[in-house]
């Protein structure tokens, strides 16, 4: 992962970036010959801040509220598809650390590029992510 940037869309139309997880995200998607992918990020800064000899599992909640805050996760199974002269990817979510994601379709756009001799996949979705907030 290379970055992990989320765009809001106010009700007036304004757009804010905010990189949820940090400059320099740690995470990987992982896509199966069986159909299903895998999508893990955080911020590494972030994970740091537990103590390693209290498993996250038992330490109080204090301790580890914070660390949803700064992870994405999605795993479901995926199909690519064309639409709209280009390539999307559709992922019928099974588990999500969002609750709210679970049951739900997400569809990316995919844009695949060139840098530094590697290949570079941009994903980016195609149906608001969050419901814009009036104020």
């Known amino acids: ?20 997880l940090g400059p320099t995200p740690l995470g990987r998607m992982i896509f199966n010959p069986d159909g299903y992918m895998s999508a893990l990020g955080t911020v590494p800064e972030h994970t740091k801040h537990i103590t390693p000899e209290v498993p996250w599992v038992i330490a109080p909640d204090e301790d580890v509220a914070f ?23 559709a992922t019928d979510v099974h588990v999500s ?5 679970m049951g739900t379709e997400q569809v990316r756009s995919v844009e ?3 840098k530094d ?10 149906q608001p992510l969050l419901k814009p907030v009036s104020k």
């Open 67 to 89: 660390v949803p805050r700064y992870a994405m996760m999605y795993w479901g199974a995926f199909r690519i598809f064309k639409e709209d002269g280009g390539l999307r990817l």
């Open 112 to 114: 695949l590029k060139e």
């Open 117 to 126: 001799g590697k290949i570079i996949m941009v994903l980016r979705p195609v």
């Open 97 to 101: 650390l969002d609750p709210g994601w």
């Open 1 to 20: 992962m290379l970055s992990f940037e989320v765009i809001s869309v106010g009700t007036s139309g304004a757009q804010t970036t905010t990189q949820r």
